[in-house]
């Protein structure tokens, strides 16, 4: 269950991932105000899409970090412990459980860099030759998409990103140094 839960949220990731990049593609060609307009629906669609996204995983994936932290944790005291031949069973499960939390936090930081990019998309299109009233509206949602889809986790405190992830390794490594520090 566990599994497909992780792999169904990689997967909407991409698919918001690709969204996006289909998205800027088609706003450096966008000419006229009937594509300008469609191009803003979808950007719409693909927010309320990143926001239904947010809301099936802020629990889950949360739950998933904090285990994460403390499975890795727990691994990094049993590796000093266990003699050599037990490290062939520890290390893949604690590879594992770090690439599960990398892979979110990977494609976390790709979907807001994708999204950054959308004003850059909207400069770049062919918007010199057109009339004042297209102008406006392209200014209007150059402003509007300047925020960067994000996925935010634990009720909304923490951003889905690679400097989460090294965020995480460091807490779970701290957590390793005070419980050896203990015994």
Request: aromatic content about 12%; charged content about 15%.
């Amino acid at each position: 269950m566990g599994a497909t839960y992780i792999s169904f949220l990689c997967t909407m990731l991409i698919e918001a991932i690709i969204q996006v990049a289909c998205l800027k593609e088609r706003l450096q060609f966008t000419e006229d105000r009937r594509c300008l307009v469609e191009c803003i629906e979808r950007y719409s669609e693909i927010t309320e899409f990143t926001k239904r996204l947010h809301h099936i995983c802020k629990i889950g994936l949360s739950a998933v970090i904090v285990a994460g932290v403390l499975n890795t944790c727990t691994t990094f005291s049993l590796i000093v412990k266990v003699k050599f031949i037990e490290l062939a069973f520890l290390v893949p499960y604690m590879s594992s459980i770090v690439a599960i939390i990398y892979i979110h936090c990977f494609y976390g930081t790709i979907l807001a860099t994708e999204s950054e990019d959308i004003p850059y998309s909207l400069f770049s299109s062919k918007w010199i030759n057109t009339d004042d009233s297209h102008k406006r509206t392209l200014l209007l949602f150059m402003v509007f998409s300047k925020k960067q889809i994000t996925i935010k986790l634990v009720g909304g405190t923490l951003t889905m990103s690679l400097p989460l992830f090294v965020q995480i390794m460091r807490t779970a490594y701290a957590y390793f140094n005070v419980l050896q520090s203990v015994e």
